[in-house]
Nanobody, 115 residues
Framework: QVQLVESGGGLVQPGGSLRLSCAAS????????MGWHRQAPGKERRLVAS???????NYADSVKGRFTISKDNTKNTAYLQLNSAKPEDTAVYYC?????????WGQGTQVTVSS
């Protein structure tokens, strides 16, 4: 059984930083693209950033230059570094990963940007 577990969410002040982690565990034979989505109250869930097996990264325009996605293949873990946080970054952040050819989602972690 495969699962994704996010951690690192919380309260951050505007302009501050936070790092989210997403650890994959279980019977893992292959991990493809990993990514982060977010969903703010009353809004659709949207892709924030993704990283493929070659390390190629993709970002939503709203976070370019502020967020960085990375991964540690030895730990089956992806990270999302949030810098220069803005109130509009407030949302539940979900990790996704293609594992053994299937897409998995984490349970989500709340990020709140507020003074």
């Amino acid at each position: 059984q495969v699962q994704l577990v996010e951690s690192g969410g919380g309260l951050v002040q505007p302009g501050g930083s936070l790092r989210l982690s997403c650890a994959a565990s279980g019977s893992i034979f292959s991990i493809g693209t990993m990514g982060w989505h977010r969903q703010a109250p009353g809004k659709e869930r949207r892709l924030v950033a993704s990283i493929d097996v070659t390390g190629f990264t993709n970002y939503a325009d709203s976070v370019k230059g502020r967020f960085t996605i990375s991964k540690d293949n030895t730990k089956n873990t992806a990270y999302l570094q949030l810098n220069s946080a803005k109130p509009e970054d407030t949302a539940v952040y979900y990790c996704t990963a293609i594992i053994n050819g299937q897409t998995y989602w984490g349970q989500g972690t709340q990020v709140t940007v507020s003074s």
